[in-house]
């Protein structure tokens, strides 16, 4: 896998870059988000005190149950008399003053034991996400003004001295961005944490990795929220915070190019860890979408099932519709001919037949006319009613 | 790296994720066009990605157009791997811009109908 080339920048100026490196082999390693969230719940509780009750806690009685016949419950009960405790249940878990149940013991299995491959691999996985700006931006790091990733300054760092100029040095190439999401997330820790000496939480920083220090370690120690680290004992604990990839880095150039030696590379084993190859992927090419749409994949694919072709349309009436009817019945043809050729024949007929009706009302008409006439003539007469 | 993997990594858990009740997963990053968490709208993850926007200046509001470069190599370079552009606020012409844009130059033509509308709100 042809490697590509990282820009190494000048402490003075993030436009100018001193300097180019190989990319190492390790940021190419596969990215392993469940190796790496595996291995960071093993490896963060090794640093866990134990914690117990005293192991006389609720014992410290000669109590003893009273047994049956005596209208208590048979629970060891506190011997003796003149004090509000006699008479008292004791030792059970359900008891005022007795014992928990499962009482915590301080030979419980604290500290996890992890494969040293298995570290390695999660080590590897977690530095090859931190030199992707996306999982580190996803992770919340303040990254936009970081010029290239992964972000390699000169070894001239190794000799900065005073905190000042390191907050310099870092606003210059574009993490001091991260420093103050750091400082302004400080706050009071919700919970009894806070009475327990882990009275703040705050956000991590920037992690600064280096092989030689002159006075540098100092000068960042204390800025909020930035950590640094020699390369020779990188920490999933700091490359992975909380089990998440994508811590934001910033390497020096003499730790960047001790890398190859330490984790090695897809050639050469490990100088610095004997026996450590690095972790080889499932999957050289995971890109999924160009995968599927490859000629070798769509050239083998069957063509697409579309849905059913046959598509049933509203029923119509054919008694209503003609057009339906005819294509039911294609003699319908025929009889609609027949009928319109019968109607109009008959209207003749009809014509004549409907003048001699009208010739019949208009003279029934007239006799009605004449016969409402006579009666109202006689009926407006003067003399006697008669009909 | 592939897109794909990357959303592997992110998809569970990230800093940009905001959930509400009984509200889809919603996503704050940039260059993201719905603010929906998934995969066809992540910002991050893409190595193509859409956006329109609008940005305030003062009392001025402009409408963005965010793309990502077409550089493969701006990938590393976290502030130069998003492109913005803006669209004239004349709806015919900025609409007609997010056309060149998308179908125009063969870049997210999925996302084309959802930006015009976007861009109209």
Not at chain 1, 60 to 76: C, F, K, L
Not at chain 1, 249 to 255: C, D, E, N, S, V
Not at chain 1, 287 to 311: A, C, F
Request: aromatic residues 6%.
């Amino acid at each position: 896998m042809s490697r590509p080339v990282v820009s190494v920048f000048d402490i003075e100026s993030a436009d100018s870059v001193a300097s180019t490196v190989t990319l190492p082999a390790v940021f190419t390693a596969p990215i392993r988000a469940d190796v790496v969230h595996y291995v960071h719940t093993l490896m963060a509780k090794n640093k866990r005190q134990a914690y117990a009750v005293s192991t006389r806690a609720g014992m410290q009685t000669p109590a003893e149950s009273w047994g049956t016949g005596r209208a208590v419950a048979r629970i060891p009960r506190v011997p003796g008399g003149g004090t509000s405790r006699s008479g008292q249940g004791a030792f059970g878990n359900m008891c005022r003053g007795g014992r928990m149940f499962g009482a915590t013991k301080i030979w419980r299995h604290w500290h996890k034991k992890i494969s040293v491959n298995q570290r390695r691999y999660a080590v590897s996985s977690a530095l090859a996400a931190s030199a992707l700006p996306a999982l580190v931006q996803a992770r919340g790091h303040r990254i936009d003004n970081v010029p290239e990733f992964p972000l390699v300054l000169s070894d001239s760092l190794n000799r900065v001295a005073h905190t000042k100029d390191a907050r310099a040095v870092l606003e210059r190439v574009g993490a001091y961005d991260d420093v103050v999401k750091s400082r302004d997330s400080r706050k009071i820790r919700v919970g009894a944490g806070k009475s327990r000496n882990r009275r703040h939480t705050q956000r991590r920083g920037p992690l600064v990795v280096y092989d030689v220090s002159e006075g540098m370690d100092k000068a960042f120690r204390n800025l909020p929220g930035v950590e640094l680290s020699l390369v020779d004992n990188l920490s999933l604990l700091d490359l992975a915070p909380g089990g998440h990839l994508g811590r934001f880095i910033i390497w020096t150039k003499g730790a960047f190019e001790k890398l190859d030696s330490i984790f090695g590379t897809y050639e050469e084993s490990a100088k610095f860890k004997t026996g450590f190859n690095l972790p080889r992927a499932f999957m050289t090419n995971a890109d999924l979408t160009r995968i599927i749409n490859s000629d070798e994949v769509q050239s083998v694919l069957k063509p697409q099932v579309t849905g059913p072709t046959l598509v049933i349309p509203k029923k119509r009436n054919p008694l209503k519709n003609a057009a339906v009817r005819l294509a039911l019945n294609p003699y319908q043809a025929a009889v609609v001919a027949r009928e319109t050729k019968k109607a109009s024949a008959d209207k003749a007929t009809k014509a004549k037949v409907i003048a001699e009706k009208r010739q019949v009302l208009k003279a029934r008409g007239k006799e009605f006319a004449g016969r409402r006439k006579a009666f109202y003539k006689a009926a407006s007469a003067e003399g006697e009613i008669a009909f | 790296m592939s897109s794909s993997l990357l959303w592997e990594c992110i998809k569970g858990n990230n800093s940009f994720i905001r959930k509400s009740v009984n509200m889809p997963i919603m996503s704050r990053e940039p260059g993201n066009l719905m603010g929906l968490h998934s995969f066809k709208f992540s910002g991050l993850v893409n190595s193509k990605v859409l956006d329109v926007s609008s940005k305030k200046a003062g009392s001025k509001e402009t409408i963005v157009l965010t793309t990502s470069h077409k550089k493969g190599s701006r990938a590393a370079r976290p502030g130069s791997r998003l492109l913005q552009a803006g669209l004239k606020k004349l709806s015919k012409k900025g609409l007609a811009e997010v056309t060149k844009a998308t179908t125009g130059s063969f870049y997210r033509q999925d996302l084309e109908e959802l930006a015009q509308k976007k861009y109209i709100k």
